[in-house]
């Protein structure tokens, strides 16, 4: 089965910049979507950015202006470009990809911002 899996994550002070990369492990077929979404300790996971397959992007408010999700030239990749980063975007960051049958997650990179 196709595996999705990130890298990137690290510790970082504020103000400063990481790229996270996702790949997955084989070619996946029909995908209507890839996406980042993070989860902090005691809260829910939520949505960080996400690219259609024609390239359309949309970002949470909270990161509009800051990061910045992109395609690889082989369609079974994503990166998210992470800018000015606040002790808030302290996360779990997991990569996602919705195909037409089935949806897959990364186990997630973490990524601690120090004040």
């Known amino acids: 089965q196709v595996q999705l899996v990130e890298s990137g994550g690290g510790l970082v002070q504020a103000g400063g910049s990481l790229r996270l990369s996702c790949a997955a492990s084989?070619?996946?077929?029909?995908?209507?979507?890839m996406a980042w979404y993070r989860q902090a300790p005691g809260k829910q996971r939520d949505l960080v950015a996400i690219?259609?397959?024609?390239?359309?992007?949309n970002y949470a408010d909270s990161v509009k202006g800051r990061f910045t999700i992109s395609r690889g030239n082989a369609k079974n990749t994503v990166y998210l470009q992470m800018n000015s980063l606040k002790p808030d975007d302290t996360a779990v960051y997991h990569c996602?990809?919705?195909?037409?049958?089935?949806?897959?997650w990364g186990k997630g990179t973490l990524v601690t911002v120090s004040s």
């Open positions: 996602n990809a919705r195909l037409i049958s089935t949806t897959l």
């Open positions: 084989g070619t996946i077929f029909n995908v209507n979507h």
């Open positions: 690219i259609t397959d024609g390239g359309t992007t």
